[in-house]
């Protein structure tokens, strides 16, 4: 008898992966004269899968594919959304790869979320991820033209109702999203579980010290920063840094290393222990109290309590040259926060990087 799949671990694809798809698809029509039923498309990460492809048509130097989101076992509002790639030639500009963003795709209207205002709601992985899944298929067409990729949504805008986007400034549908290309179900008692074990691990290998991490872009930035540690000491949380702090002193290690980026250790410092973005808000008064604290005059203090995101807070700071002085105090909120909860329970250090993985600042626990 064949044996199914825990219910909670099965891992979905991205909007990012799903709308590389669906270009690489619609590129390869115009390439041969007809949008294949399926294509393989190279995630970031690196892997090589096969999508299905829904829909298909090419005529007059434009060609239409469509690949439809599977998010696993993730409870996401985009399951089953309708990743739609319109590619058109551009005559006689070779080389160009021009990226769009079509009905359903939000437009960006403020900043902090590290895009350009008034352009798609398209991350910059995925954006990556497209154009190298369109250069990989046009091949030899882009010799002469170029290409104009449109990336849609049907029924994208009702879909982003029930996310954050409207008070991140993202406005008329969804963003398109995905570092790696896969969709682990983080929101499921089975990541949860998995975080929980991988804490228990590193304990009964006898290692004194965990490093928790909110993603796999934090976990590479700390791996780099702490090559002496032992892998097994590395622990992607994900969004559960309460299930990762309690497993850390149910079984008595001692040390622990958060890596994290502005976003997830402001909810951190706020107190917040599930991080996800859903949950809660991000308490821009406590980024404009960090801000003040190091130096930020009052003006901006007062644009970065009105923003919607903590990123915002950091972009300007970075602007007055203030950024390592602010992420030290932020780092310094979180031990704060946390040591509160947790006294004496383990020494704790801080890592912040920015969304490339660059070091911004390092804080250790004052000992008494």
Avoid: W
């Amino acid at each position: 008898m064949e044996t199914q799949k825990a219910k909670g671990t099965r891992k979905g694809y991205t909007t990012g992966a799903c709308s590389a798809a669906a270009a690489r698809a619609a590129t390869l029509g115009l390439v041969a004269g007809r949008v294949p039923d399926a294509i393989d498309c190279q995630l970031p990460n690196g892997q090589l899968v096969r999508f299905t492809v829904t829909e298909g048509s090419c005529e007059n130097g434009h060609a239409h594919a469509v690949v439809i989101k599977d998010a696993g076992d993730d409870p996401d509002v985009t399951d089953k959304a309708h990743l739609t790639a319109d590619v058109r030639l551009l005559p006689a500009m070779p080389d160009a790869v021009l990226l769009k963003g079509g009905a359903g795709v939000g437009m960006v209207t403020m900043r902090g979320l590290g895009l350009e205002v008034g352009g798609p709601a398209i991350n910059p992985v995925p954006r990556r991820n497209i154009e190298d899944n369109v250069r990989a298929a046009a091949g030899t067409l882009l010799s002469n033209d170029g290409l104009e990729v449109t990336i849609s949504v049907p029924g994208g805008e009702e879909m982003a109702k029930r996310t954050l986007n409207a008070r991140l400034g993202i406005i008329g549908g969804i963003s398109i999203l995905g570092t790696t290309g896969i969709v682990h179900p983080y929101s499921t008692a089975a990541f949860r579980a998995s975080v929980i074990q991988g804490v228990e691990v590193a304990a009964r290998q006898g290692l004194d010290t965990v490093v928790l991490t909110t993603g796999g872009r934090t976990e590479k930035f700390v791996m780099r920063e702490l090559p002496d540690l032992a892998q097994l000491c590395f622990v992607q949380m994900g969004d559960f840094l309460k299930y990762a702090l309690d497993t850390v002193v149910d079984n008595g290690i001692r040390h622990v290393v958060i890596g994290g980026m502005v976003g997830k250790l402001t909810k951190m410092a706020q107190g917040e222990t599930i991080t996800h973005a859903g949950r809660n808000e991000v308490d821009t008064d406590l980024v404009a109290d960090i801000a003040q604290a190091v130096g930020a005059p009052p003006e901006v203090c007062a644009e970065i309590r009105a923003a919607e995101t903590a990123r915002f807070g950091a972009e300007k700071m970075e602007e007055l040259g203030l950024a390592h002085e602010f992420h030290l105090e932020l780092g310094r909120r979180v031990i704060g926060t946390l040591v509160a909860r947790y006294p004496k329970k383990f020494t704790l250090k801080v890592l912040v990087c920015d969304f490339e993985g660059n070091k911004l600042a390092e804080v250790e626990q004052a000992h008494d």
